[in-house]
């Protein structure tokens, strides 16, 4: 029997990036002695996804005098200091691995940056690969990054492949075209109705996790 493949996710499925920026954004505006108005313009730079491209344009606009290189590894570390991920998470992957799925990372975004929060959460050690679109220039919603995420974990996209994911393109869309079940992580929010539905919606992450145990268990069942 092919191994069950299950792909996660990272920013707002297993961390909260939102929250994390947030508070960042409040530390680096006092360390630069930035004011409210600048506060909401530095999370807005940052707010879908950040690259040292965006702190030359912060640098830019506060003339700071430091290089964009060092804002871009303060970052990194910053982030890497306030990131985590629910312990009940954590424990959910391990879970997961010892019931016989692959268990994978799927994350648009710049390597170092992602890297440092995978290995400061714990998260790095407790899956069997993780792929970065940054990598390979390859972005979901393309195939191409699932593929290689698949392919990280040691298989390739097969009838048993999952996407656990809080974005309804790069994510859900993107991971039914690579042909994978998808869970869409709903954070409170309604999904799109125009957009063709996830096979599942759950809160949040723990319940994603439960809900693919329970698929693992009576795959079993009915394979024996
Ligand atoms: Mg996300």
């Not at 409040?26 to 491209?53: I, K, N, Q």
């Not at 985590?84 to 424990?91: G, I």
Request: charge should be negative; aromatic fraction near 8%; charged fraction near 25%.
């Amino acid at each position: 029997m092919q191994r069950l493949l299950v792909l996660f996710d990272l920013d707002d499925t297993l961390v909260d990036r939102r929250g994390t920026l947030a508070d960042w954004a409040a530390e680096f505006t006092a360390r630069h002695g930035l004011g409210d108005g600048e506060h909401a313009y530095v999370l807005g730079m940052v707010a879908e996804r950040a690259y040292p491209s965006t702190f030359d344009a912060i640098r830019s606009s506060y003339r700071l005098p430091m290089s964009t290189d060092v804002l871009w590894r303060a970052y990194c570390a910053d982030i890497a200091a306030l990131v985590s991920c629910p312990a009940e998470v954590l424990d959910g992957l391990i879970e997961l691995r010892a019931a016989g799925w692959r268990v994978g990372v799927a994350t648009n975004g710049a390597v170092d940056i992602q890297r440092a929060k995978l290995r400061a959460t714990g998260i790095s050690e407790r899956v069997d690969g993780v792929f970065v679109s940054e990598e390979a220039d390859a972005r979901k919603p393309q195939t191409r990054h699932f593929v290689l995420a698949a392919a990280r974990c040691g298989t390739v996209l097969g009838d048993d492949g999952w996407m656990v994911g809080d974005n309804p393109v790069n994510d859900i869309a993107g991971g039914r075209s690579a042909g994978l079940y998808t869970i869409w992580i709903g954070n409170d929010r309604s999904w799109p109705p125009d957009d063709p539905r996830p096979d599942h919606t759950v809160p949040h992450a723990r319940a994603a996790i439960d809900l693919l145990l329970r698929y693992s268990a009576s795959h079993k069942r009915t394979t024996a």
